[in-house]
């Protein structure tokens, strides 16, 4: 048969449109609803994720009252309701290094036809590690009179440090209308270590915007502070601060005026420690009623690495696609970081600038994500390519997470004072629930077939693992990371942290061996979830608890 070069181009471009398209990046709504608002999430299990709300009004029950913390199952995508009893309304939280869970502060308000709520300005809630893969049995546990923070606290950050205790850190003495004007400018540990709050005179100075403080446990045991525009290294140690260069060109990036941060990768034989802070506003604090829903947000991102040469140099600005106003910033196991949520315009808060939508201090929301890529030259680290619409706006009182599945979990949003929902209303209590799922969840993933329950420091760990043909090749890029999951509450990925691990795979590509880090100030002792990502297909994770897994404190 002879074939014309016309016929020979038509069957070959036939046999193209019909060849299947690469995978992508996939928004996937859930059938079940939260039931509660999820304006603050925490993964605590391998299966099980923990959303808080405040105590209110939504639909899901517990105890023939509205419940307002659940258990979100992450294989089932169903909920159970938690009976809490103080209200975490704008809580932090994290993990210890025994894997108990704490939720720290709250708001003090009851709410009509609520009568169980009981203050949570000094509230700790603890949950235990949870053996049942559904969360049956598993509860938290609460003792106002007994257990309780030295001051109160709405608004507050919480990390996990070296010993594996919570550094808690700001927050107001009062429910506050916009601005921190009744501040608690002091920090304090979970457990207690001693008698009164430590003074901050970096709070002091960066009132009044300076609600959830921006804060990460650095890998020689100090502490990188942002609030306002301010920064700082805090020494937990010798009690001192050593101040930083302020986020350039005027750009506030804590609530209510809120951008988000992350600190990038660490990575071996250093462990260089570089934070990204991404959105807010290039605004001075005015009067709210002199602000609108219309201001437009900063699509700053700056970036500094924490080396005296980096803080010699300062902080290294790019831009976003888009300005952003309560983006969040959540690792990817491949070193990546996803922006996420938020909108275009406005501030945080309810209800305070002079031309709210409806109850909304914003306007715009951004619907697609953007990925940003640490080691890609200044310029090009920032694309949306391929990223697809949520459809859902996330704006303020939203959450995102990685889970060990290798997703995103995205829930929440609600600038409104009650639950308040209805075709008229641009910006609802929004109880939907999505997962953005990433493309290689849709291709055939490594195995971590099994890993120990404990990993000590310093030490080489081999272990069993399955390959796709596909990945098991001469020179694919391997990469192994240990992760804390985070916790989520106002465009804050509070804890989040991702060391990644010299490693390498066997030859009949077998097992994996990898270095876990040198101590607990490079990954603060407590639970861990391992990824084994190869060419950029992650695996799911593996959890484990790094360290000793005793109660804090502990030098690991």
């Known amino acids: 048969m002879k074939w014309s070069l016309f016929s020979l181009l038509t069957l070959l471009t036939s046999f193209a449109a019909a060849a299947p398209s690469a995978p992508g990046w996939r928004f996937d709504l859930k059938a079940e609803r939260s039931g509660i608002v999820a304006l603050e999430s925490i993964v605590v299990s391998p299966t099980l994720a923990i959303f808080f709300d405040r105590a209110s009004d939504d639909p899901l029950q517990i105890n023939n009252h509205s419940a307002w913390g659940a258990l979100w199952n992450l294989e089932t995508s169903t909920v159970t309701p938690l009976d809490v009893l ?24 009851g709410f009509p036809g609520n009568p169980t709520i009981e203050n949570g300005l000094q509230g700790i809630r603890i949950f235990e590690p949870c053996a049942s893969p559904t969360g049956e049995g598993c509860t938290l546990f609460e003792d106002p009179a007994t257990l309780h923070l030295l001051e109160p606290r709405w608004y507050t950050s919480a990390i996990r ?40 005179a970096f709070l002091e100075r960066s009132l009044p915007a300076n609600l959830f403080p921006r804060i990460f446990a650095l890998p020689d045991g100090k502490v990188f502070m942002v609030a306002n525009n301010q920064s700082i290294i805090y020494d937990i140690e010798a009690n001192t601060e050593r101040i930083l260069p302020d986020i350039p060109n005027n750009v506030r990036v804590t609530n209510p005026i809120d951008g988000s941060a992350i600190l990038l990768p660490l990575s071996p034989p250093d462990f260089v420690p570089e934070v990204l802070v991404c959105g807010g506003t290039q605004t001075d604090p005015l009067d709210p009623l002199q602000l609108s829903s219309q201001t437009p947000a900063s699509s700053q991102c700056s970036r500094i690495t924490l080396t005296e040469e980096g803080i010699a140099k300062g902080w290294e600005v790019e831009h976003m696609l888009e300005g952003r106003t309560m983006p969040e910033l959540v690792h990817l196991p491949n070193g990546q970081v996803l922006i996420t949520n938020g909108a275009r315009s406005g501030f945080a808060a309810i209800r305070q600038v002079q031309d709210p939508i409806g109850n909304s201090n914003s306007d715009h929301a951004v619907l697609v994500p953007s990925l940003y ?10 694309s949306n390519a391929g ?104 465009a804050f990925h509070s804890s989040a942290r991702l060391v990644f691990m010299d490693a390498t795979i066997s030859r009949d590509s077998k097992s994996l061996t990898f270095t876990t880090p040198p101590n607990g100030r490079v990954f603060p002792p407590g639970p861990a979830t391992i990824f084994l990502t190869i060419d950029d297909v992650s695996s799911e994770g593996a959890w484990v608890m790094m360290g000793s897994g005793r109660a804090p404190p502990t030098l690991e």
């Not at 010993?163 to 850190?169: E, F, H, N, Q, R």
């Not at 890529?373 to 920032?382: C, S």
Request: one cysteine or more; aromatic letters at 8%.
């Open 86 to 109: 103080t209200n975490s309304f704008c809580a932090s939280g994290a993990l210890l290094s025994n894997g108990t869970m704490a939720s720290i502060g709250g708001d003090p308000r």
């Open 161 to 200: 440090i070296f010993d594996g205790s919570l550094l808690i850190v700001g927050g107001t003495h009062v429910n506050e209308n916009f601005y921190n004007l009744h501040p608690a400018n002091t920090f304090e540990f979970f457990p207690r270590k001693e008698d009164t709050p430590r003074p901050s």
């Open 387 to 490: 990223m697809p619409s949520s459809g859902i706006a996330r704006v303020y009182h939203s959450s995102v997470t990685l889970t060990p599945q290798g997703n995103f979990l995205i829930a929440g949003s609600n600038p409104n004072g009650n639950t308040t929902v209805g075709p008229d209303v641009k910006f609802p209590s929004e109880f939907r629930v999505q997962t953005l799922d990433p493309p290689f969840m849709f291709v055939e993933r490594p195995k971590i077939l099994n890993t120990p329950e404990k990993l000590a420091f310093n030490k080489s760990v081999t272990v069993p693992i399955s390959l796709p043909n596909t990945l098991a090749r001469p020179g694919a890029k391997v990469q192994v990371s240990l992760m804390d999951l985070g916790f989520s509450t106002h």
């Open 373 to 382: 890529t640490p080691d890609a030259p200044l310029g090009q680290r920032i």
